[in-house]
């Protein structure tokens, strides 16, 4: 196998199952922290690790144009991403929390049409989002109750999702550093400082106790901070500068099993057929939108956001 080859698939795998482990960590951990003071010292952590290796290392430095846009960026993926998905996890299982960050692949597909000079995706690829909201139609008509459901949960994680879709379509191109760790570090930097703001005004930093930071809640935060955003994330913002936003967010098929198994396995979740209906749903939606249009989501992503960088000078 080439190194080429080796690397991309270690960052695929990555991004599947490091990611979708990270949805229990998440849950054991908002059990004591509160979940934005929780998501920001796994955000500022992360990133400062990676920004600290990038100038040790003499990467290019990065303009005040790409510190913008990784302000942007951060604001999308963990301030309303992250900090939704943290928060929601209080309210709904950590399995279903998976499912609804599946429908990231959605908002990619749609957000992409819409940008000026975006194609319209294909048949197949609309079939796809029409069966995937269906299976979050499924999971959630019935309201709370069964699986621990909760509709105000199941909206702000759809949300989430939304945020990250458009993050990664967003943050390409010379909004993009050139150094890997540039890219991936700056953004968690920027989220982690919103997040921290967000947490103070919310109150959460001054209710906050040193007996809240258990050992299973400290352990899930060290996870979070390594695995899931040191070498996770540092793997997605690879893939998405390499092989394009749809296909590095292909860890949607996995991170929903990787996730209900774990919840099921781990923490008692429950495992009903209504997910299992609506997970094998959302994931033959994400299939039929990546055969159906990944030409139409690479090709039309990079033309829009020219328009709009023009738009903004």
Same mark, same amino acid.
Not at 44 to 68: D, F, K, M, Y
Not at 226 to 235: D, E, K, L, M, T
Not at 264 to 273: F, H, K, M, S
């Given at each position: 196998?080439?190194? +080429? ?42 990133? &400062? ?35 939704g998905l943290f928060w929601a996890e209080q ?39 029409? &069966? ?6 499924? @999971? ?24 990250? +879709? ?6 390409? +191109? ?41 050992? @299973?809640a400290v352990g899930s935060l060290l996870y979070?901070? &390594? ?26 098929? &996995?991170?929903?099993f990787v996730a209900v198994i774990l919840g ?50």
């Open positions: 196998m080439s190194r +080429g080859r080796a690397l991309r698939l270690g960052a695929y795998a990555s991004t599947w199952l490091i990611w979708g482990s990270t949805y229990l960590a998440i849950a054991w951990g908002v059990k004591t922290v509160p979940p934005f003071l929780l998501v920001a010292l796994r955000s500022l952590a992360a990133g &400062i690790i990676l920004v600290a290796w990038a100038r040790l290392r003499g990467h290019q430095a990065p303009t005040r144009a790409q510190w913008r846009a990784a302000a942007a960026t951060g604001a999308m993926f963990f301030l309303i991403g992250h900090g309210r709904v299982a950590s399995g279903i929390a998976a499912l609804m960050i599946a429908t990231e692949h959605f908002w990619i597909v749609l957000l992409t049409w819409a940008l000026p000079g975006g194609k319209a995706p294909s048949r197949r690829a609309l079939l796809g989002v029409a &069966i995937g909201l269906g299976g979050v139609a499924v @999971l959630t008509l019935s309201g709370g109750g069964e699986g621990g459901l909760d509709l105000v949960g199941i909206v702000v994680l759809l949300v989430a999702a939304g945020a990250w +879709g458009a993050g990664s379509i967003y943050f390409q +191109g010379e909004r993009r550093p050139s150094s890997g760790a540039y890219a991936a570090g700056m953004p968690l930097v920027a989220g982690g400082v919103m997040l921290m703001i967000a947490s103070a005004a919310m109150g959460e930093t001054a209710r906050v106790r040193a007996a809240d930071f258990t050992p @299973l979070l901070i &390594i695995f899931g955003s040191v070498v996770a994330f540092s793997a997605f913002t690879w893939l998405v500068n390499t092989e394009g936003p749809s296909r590095a967010a292909s860890y949607v098929y &996995i991170n929903p099921w396995a781990l923490a008692g979740e429950a495992l009903t057929p209504r997910m299992l209906a609506a997970g094998a749903a959302i994931v033959l939606a994400v299939i039929l939108i990546v055969r159906g249009s990944p030409s139409d989501v690479r090709a039309a992503a990079p033309a829009g956001l020219r328009r709009l960088a023009e738009r903004e000078a």
